[in-house]
């Protein structure tokens, strides 16, 4: 039984990860036009951008995901199938992320162009460096 939970938690930490890609550019194409300076915050953007260029190294590499692989091993321990879970999320999450019948090459080509949309938007959008010697008003 909490091996089933951990899984569900495992694909739920996956989904959150590429969420965290997903969103994460969408916040920087908005914020770049509308000037929001906290889009520009270094540590977001190199973590977005350490964050796909890991997803596009495996990829092409042909290295499986950790997350992929601790699930299937937890899912194993518990005795479930790695395409179903015992609970609705958990099933929800997996249906989410594991998209079946596509070919491993479209995934690639994806997760590359994702890399470098990201990275484009870094150099067009560049993060901006904190700042040592801030005036008192600026505090």
Known sequence: MWYGIAADLMVGIHVAYVAYVLLG????????????????NPWFRYTHLLAIAVVAYEAVRGIRCPLTVWEEQLRELAGQPFSGSETFMGRLLHDLLFI???????FTVGYCAM?????????????????????????
């Open 100 to 106: 079946q019948n596509v070919p491993e090459s479209t």
């Open 25 to 40: 550019q969408l916040v920087i194409v908005a914020a770049a036009p509308l000037k929001w300076e906290r889009a520009r």
């Open 115 to 139: 890399a470098l949309l990201v990275l484009q938007g870094f150099v067009m959008y560049p993060p901006r460096w904190f700042r040592a010697n801030r005036k008192a008003e600026d505090v």
